[in-house]
């Protein structure tokens, strides 16, 4: 059962996660849950400039599922991974670049 609630974007879209884990993989969470800010004592979490998709995919990737990486999100996905002190994750993304073919419209 998850004990954090982030509540992410414009749209205010509700996605729920469990403190441990994210405390165990970035010491931005670490930071956020376990000092004297607002978040440490509450069960919700504002993200209101935030992506919600880029979030839940964040989320993803902390958890160990497949994430899927396109064109049109990586480089948020990236940003997001550096914002959140998440840089260990950044495999997959690293990955993708790898597959593209370079050429002389792309260089």
Do not use: W
């Not at 609630?5 to 969470?29: C, D, N, W």
């Not at 839940?56 to 940003?79: F, P």
């Not at 002190?85 to 790898?98: A, C, G, N, Y």
Request: aromatic share 12%; hydrophobic share 40%.
């Amino acid at each position: 059962m998850s004990d954090v609630t982030f509540v992410v974007g414009p749209s205010k879209q509700r996605i729920y996660a469990h403190k441990y884990i994210l405390v165990m993989a970035s010491e931005y969470f670490y930071t956020m849950f376990n000092s004297n800010f607002t978040e440490a004592t509450q069960k919700e979490v504002v993200l209101q400039d935030d992506d919600p998709e880029v979030f839940l995919t964040i989320l993803r990737l902390i958890y160990g599922a497949k994430v899927e990486i396109t064109d049109d999100n990586i480089r948020a996905i990236y940003d997001c991974l550096q914002m959140l002190m998440l840089t260990e994750f950044t495999q997959p993304l690293i990955d993708f670049l790898k597959q593209i073919p370079i050429t002389t419209s792309n260089s």
